[in-house]
């Protein structure tokens, strides 16, 4: 005869259930705070423990505990995580995850993802990010934001403006999806092609090129400016071009593509563009970002979620 479940079990299926349901959301406001897939993850994975300690027959709103937890240990993060990078040699890049499966990373606006706008967001205050992710890419109310940063509508509302206007300054309009496409792939095949006059067509006359690779050999160390730089940049090295093969692939809701050489993945290049052209090219060398990108594929994937804790 079949057995009934304890209530201990049933109980501990119904948390899997609600985290697992809830996951991709969570992951999308820790790695818009954070602008790392790494240090989100470990937040995830931090608030699970935590949902699974709690007394959860008292909890009136389980996505609201889940987002709260989630957004408080982000903005903690954040602030350590802002320490650490003042020793970041070069440029930094937010990590880029594979957003094929969730175009949204569990968000309601998509374009809140795009590597462009997370770099700018990392010259908001960890706060100050964290209320604008929540109203702008998830849609959450003002008083739902106050009680979840602990402050007053009052200064919620301000924070929110005082960021808005803060990005709207350097913030720029960006092309559709095939456009971008277009452009990136235009890129590409002038760099590989040495055709410098090709590529200064493409790129508005402030381009700017940013190569992260926290100090590893042949990447930038500082940001390279100007469209005729950039150009040449591109070019500088045959021999970079005629040893990688090509892959399309899709990084933050954009197109991307990703270098192999000797079949390994060591690069992903993107851009960032308007309508006047590319202004922002976008290399990612650092082999820690590739390994997420790479691994970001199955972040969705309910034994993820579980199995290291042996539920």
Request: hydrophobic fraction near 45%; charged fraction near 25%.
């Amino acid at each position: 005869m079949d057995l009934e479940p304890s209530p201990t079990t049933a109980d501990l299926d119904e948390a899997v259930s609600v985290f697992v349901q809830h996951r991709s959301r969570l992951f999308g406001i820790a790695y818009r705070v954070l602008g790392s897939a790494v240090e989100a993850e470990d937040v995830v994975q931090e608030v699970w423990l935590r949902w699974q300690k709690t007394d959860r027959s008292v909890v009136v709103s389980p996505v609201a505990f889940l987002s709260s937890t989630t957004t408080r240990l982000a903005i903690n993060v954040a602030q350590s995580a802002r320490v650490r990078r003042e020793t970041y040699i070069g440029p930094w890049l937010p990590e880029p995850v594979d957003t094929s499966s969730d175009p949204e990373v569990g968000a309601q606006r998509a374009e809140a993802v795009e590597m462009a706008l997370l770099l700018l967001l990392e010259k908001l205050n960890p706060t100050e990010r964290a209320a604008y992710v929540l109203r702008e890419a998830f849609d959450y109310g003002y008083p739902e934001i106050a009680e979840i940063l602990q402050l007053s509508l009052v200064n919620v509302r301000k924070i929110v403006s005082r960021a808005r206007k803060h990005l709207s300054d350097e913030q720029r309009g960006t092309v559709d999806s095939a456009e971008h496409r277009r452009l990136l792939t235009a890129f590409v095949a002038a760099a590989r092609t040495g055709d410098v006059a090709k590529l200064e067509a493409l790129l508005t006359p402030d381009a700017v090129s940013l190569s992260d690779g926290n100090g590893m050999r042949g990447a930038a160390r500082l940001p390279v400016l100007g469209s005729a730089r950039v150009a040449n940049l591109a070019t500088a090295t045959r021999q970079f071009w005629r040893t990688v093969e090509l892959q399309l692939v899709e990084a933050n809701g954009r197109t991307g593509v990703m270098l192999h050489r000797d079949g390994v993945p060591t690069t992903l290049l993107t851009i960032a563009a308007t309508r006047e052209g590319i202004h922002r090219v976008m290399w990612v060398f650092n082999p820690s970002k590739i390994a997420a990108y790479l691994t970001s594929r199955s972040r969705f994937t309910v034994t993820s979620v579980v199995a290291a804790e042996g539920v």
